[in-house]
């Protein structure tokens, strides 16, 4: 959960002085070889897209998505494929609210598509899930954002304990949060709807190696393996570890045979959104080019922030300078995501819808994951969406 890191600064000053023996891990991943460690043995579990061989994966995830949803709609190699929808939802911490009330709200107004590619970071992996399954899974995702606690997300380290721990909080509570939604039948949803053509990639970041995952969950989802619904809670933690404030997420690997450990954190730490690479973009260009039928294509994004400046009175302090900078970075970091986007579906010519917060919602969060705060932006997200959502079609300047 990327933003309000500012927030969890606090954590690590209360509670209990605990022990402080300090945390262990197994041996890293050496230096350039991430791409060949693998964690239940599939080739397309994940993709790197630093590395030729990530993108060139990732785009044939996507040809073959193609092609198992023209066998379950039984059509031919030529004929047409019904039009795309592709949803991106950002991290934004607490403000994930926004997004889970427009989804609710956009149900309601009745005209809320099926998505052939969910993305999420962060707190937007927490709901692509459910965004991903449809309409059917609204109630979980509106209790999500509007029945949360801070005590179901984080428990507090003392300040000492915090100094010799991997974080400020321990956030096994959001592990177990993520448990009860993300059970053996979600994921057996997730499957079906990826052998049926669709994809849900989830972003996390390597830290050892400082390089973006992309997780292809519909793939582990369906791949039967022991270990894959508990992999899939682990990532949906690992996507909302914002570095420092909660603890990373240790992922063990395989490498030439050898147990391995990788730690991965929050993916807003590269991206706050993302959708799809410029290079997946290419044959939809010379298809426009040739004058051939090109797929019609939506994207939407929704940013669960404002993207106008949010003015504070910064106090002049080391902590509260350190955690205003911050929250600035995330914040021109999240813009830039944005126009990224755009830009690549202008180049492609796709349709480009874009949610945001807008100025008329001003309530201050109080607290980290104060439920007020977040039924009101959920209201708010959900009021919107119901009327008929102002799309932008373009990021405002």
Same mark, same amino acid.
């Given at each position: 959960?990327a933003?309000?890191?500012?927030?969890?600064?606090?954590?690590?000053?209360?509670?209990?002085?605990?022990?402080c023996?300090?945390?262990?891990?197994g041996?890293?991943?050496p230096?350039?070889?991430?791409?060949?460690?693998?964690?239940?043995?599939?080739?397309?579990?994940?993709?790197?897209?630093?590395?030729?061989?990530?993108?060139?994966g990732?785009?044939?995830?996507?040809?073959?998505?193609?092609?198992?949803?023209?066998q379950?709609?039984?059509?031919?190699?030529t004929?047409?494929?019904p039009?795309?929808?592709?949803?991106?939802?950002?991290?934004g911490g607490?403000?994930?609210?926004?997004?889970?009330?427009?989804?609710?709200?956009?149900?309601?107004?009745?005209?809320?598509?099926?998505?052939n590619?969910?993305?999420?970071?962060?707190?937007?992996?927490?709901?692509?899930p459910?965004?991903?399954?449809?309409s059917?899974?609204d109630?979980?995702?509106?209790s999500v954002?509007?029945?949360?606690?801070?005590?179901?997300?984080?428990?507090?380290?003392g300040?000492?304990?915090?100094?010799f721990?991997?974080?400020?909080a321990d956030?096994?509570?959001?592990f177990?949060t993520?448990?009860?939604?993300?059970?053996?039948?979600?994921?057996?949803?997730?499957?079906?709807?990826?052998?049926?053509?669709r994809?849900?990639?989830?972003?996390?970041?390597?830290?050892?190696?400082?390089?973006?995952?992309?997780?292809?969950?519909?793939?582990?989802?369906a791949?039967?393996?022991?270990?894959?619904?508990?992999l899939?809670r682990?990532i949906?933690?690992?996507?909302a570890?914002?570095?420092?404030?909660?603890?990373p997420?240790?992922?063990?690997?395989t490498?030439?045979?050898?147990?391995?450990?990788?730690?991965?954190?929050?993916?807003?730490?590269?991206a @706050?959104?993302?959708?799809?690479?410029?290079?997946?973009?290419?044959?939809r260009? @010379?298809?426009?080019?040739?004058?051939?039928?090109?797929?019609?294509?939506?994207?939407?994004?929704i940013?669960?922030?404002?993207?106008?400046?949010?003015?504070?009175?910064v106090?002049?302090?080391t902590?509260?300078?350190?955690?205003?900078?911050?929250a600035?970075m995330i914040?021109?970091?999240?813009?830039?995501?944005?126009?990224?986007?755009?830009?690549?579906?202008?180049r492609?010519?796709i349709?480009?819808?874009?949610a945001?917060?807008?100025?008329?919602?001003?309530?201050?969060?109080?607290?980290?994951?104060?439920?007020?705060?977040?039924r009101?932006?959920?209201?708010y997200?959900f009021?919107?969406?119901r009327?008929?959502?102002?799309?932008?079609s373009?990021?405002?300047?």
């Amino acid at each position: 959960m990327a933003a309000h890191r500012r927030s969890f600064l606090a954590l690590g000053g209360t509670g209990l002085l605990a022990s402080c023996a300090l945390p262990v891990r197994g041996p890293a991943v050496p230096r350039g070889r991430m791409t060949e460690a693998t964690v239940i043995g599939l080739p397309n579990e994940r993709f790197s897209l630093f590395s030729r061989a990530g993108l060139q994966g990732l785009e044939a995830e996507f040809q073959a998505a193609a092609e198992r949803m023209r066998q379950r709609l039984n059509l031919g190699p030529t004929a047409p494929l019904p039009p795309v929808n592709l949803l991106a939802i950002s991290g934004g911490g607490e403000n994930g609210a926004f997004g889970a009330g427009l989804l609710c709200g956009w149900t309601e107004a009745g005209n809320r598509p099926e998505f052939n590619l969910v993305t999420g970071v962060s707190t937007g992996a927490l709901t692509a899930p459910f965004a991903f399954l449809g309409s059917a899974y609204d109630a979980q995702l509106r209790s999500v954002y509007t029945q949360l606690t801070l005590a179901e997300v984080a428990r507090s380290r003392g300040l000492l304990q915090a100094v010799f721990a991997d974080g400020l909080a321990d956030n096994t509570p959001l592990f177990h949060t993520i448990s009860r939604y993300m059970t053996a039948e979600m994921l057996a949803a997730i499957a079906e709807a990826y052998r049926g053509g669709r994809l849900m990639l989830i972003g996390t970041t390597q830290l050892d190696a400082q390089l973006p995952v992309i997780w292809n969950m519909g793939a582990i989802a369906a791949s039967g393996h022991p270990r894959a619904l508990d992999l899939a809670r682990r990532i949906l933690l690992a996507s909302a570890a914002i570095p420092g404030a909660f603890s990373p997420v240790m992922i063990d690997v395989t490498l030439d045979g050898e147990a391995r450990q990788e730690m991965h954190v929050d993916g807003g730490a590269f991206a @706050q959104a993302f959708l799809y690479p410029a290079s997946l973009g290419a044959g939809r260009q @010379q298809r426009i080019r040739r004058g051939t039928a090109a797929r019609d294509v939506e994207a939407y994004v929704i940013r669960n922030a404002r993207l106008d400046p949010d003015w504070a009175d910064v106090e002049r302090r080391t902590l509260g300078i350190a955690g205003r900078a911050i929250a600035t970075m995330i914040a021109a970091s999240g813009y830039n995501d944005v126009l990224r986007i755009y830009a690549n579906t202008q180049r492609d010519g796709i349709g480009f819808h874009l949610a945001f917060i807008g100025t008329d919602f001003d309530m201050e969060l109080p607290a980290p994951f104060d439920q007020g705060y977040m039924r009101a932006l959920f209201d708010y997200g959900f009021q919107r969406a119901r009327r008929g959502y102002p799309w932008a079609s373009r990021p405002p300047v």
